[in-house]
């Protein structure tokens, strides 16, 4: 599907990376891939570790690829595609990982029918695990929302969604792997308190997170239901999902999520 295609990163960062990687892992060649990223030794780190074409020019890279991957900070994202506007035609799809940007103000920012795709994929796509929503803007085929999906299940999991939604999706998986990292350190901080080593702590921690979040995945069963399967009559859990209630637990993640919704549509205002 990627054969024929050459294609463009406009921005070097580890999210840029990941997608890279999956690239590189399904068969795409180095030498079909160009990445423009402005320090030097991120190029030469990009360029070393993959053998892929990098360049510092970012109008340079849009100008000979067809498929263009945004993959910039957003309070840059005028700045840079002012600079790309000249060579970010019809012919070319672009692909936005940028929070909070809304499809609107990059067609608004480029030439009239231009191609553009709102993606937000999350940190985990590093390792091959990302969940990652897709939305294609006004100008777009089935063709092309098809091409960005086929490029992100290559990192993980993909899901087609309107782009109303997409302020939700960056606060609940774009920012959620940093609130699981906190519960996670929060478990472990316990274990120590408790009398565990710090590392035992950790590692306890980190394989009841992952596979607990496997068996609601393979099962498909509500969280709900195989929480209490764990929750045994005046049992140990019982007494902990107590405190968690006295500490508004549910609550706290719901309005840390909501508060990074709402960070998503002051970002894209």
Do not use: W
């Not at 999906?149 to 774009?174: N, P, W």
């Not at 702590?201 to 609601?216: E, F």
């Not at 999902?241 to 960070?263: P, Q, S, Y």
């Amino acid at each position: 599907m990627l054969s024929n295609h050459k294609i463009g990163f406009i921005g070097g960062g580890n999210m840029a990376e990941a997608i890279l990687k999956g690239l590189l892992a399904a068969g795409v060649t180095p030498d079909s891939i160009t990445i423009a990223e402005p320090t030097t030794t991120r190029r030469d780190i990009l360029s070393d570790r993959y053998k892929v074409n990098v360049s510092g020019d970012n109008a340079e890279v849009a100008g000979k690829t067809d498929i263009i991957i945004l993959a910039i900070k957003p309070q840059v994202s005028q700045l840079v595609l002012k600079g790309l506007k000249d060579v970010l035609t019809k012919e070319k799809l672009i692909i936005s990982i940028m929070a909070g940007i809304r499809i609107a103000a990059i067609e608004a920012a480029l030439n009239e029918g231009c191609r553009v795709i709102r993606v937000m994929p999350n940190t985990p796509a590093l390792i091959g695990a990302g969940a990652t929503a897709i939305s294609g803007g006004s100008t777009v085929c089935a063709n092309d929302t098809d091409m960005a999906e086929h490029i992100f299940s290559l990192a993980g999991f993909t899901v087609q969604l309107e782009e109303k939604l997409m302020d939700a999706v960056t606060a609940l998986s774009g920012s959620g792997p940093a609130f699981v990292c906190a519960f996670i350190e929060a478990l472990a901080d316990a274990g120590v308190k408790c009398g565990l080593s710090r590392d035992i702590a950790t590692k306890l921690a980190v394989h009841t997170v992952l596979g607990t979040s496997r068996m609601v995945h393979e099962t498909g069963d509500h969280p709900a239901l195989l929480r209490e399967q764990v929750t045994s009559p005046a049992g140990t859990t019982i007494a902990g999902l107590h405190a968690l209630e006295l500490g508004a637990f549910k609550g706290t993640v719901m309005n840390a999520v909501d508060a990074a919704c709402n960070r998503s549509k002051e970002l894209g205002s």
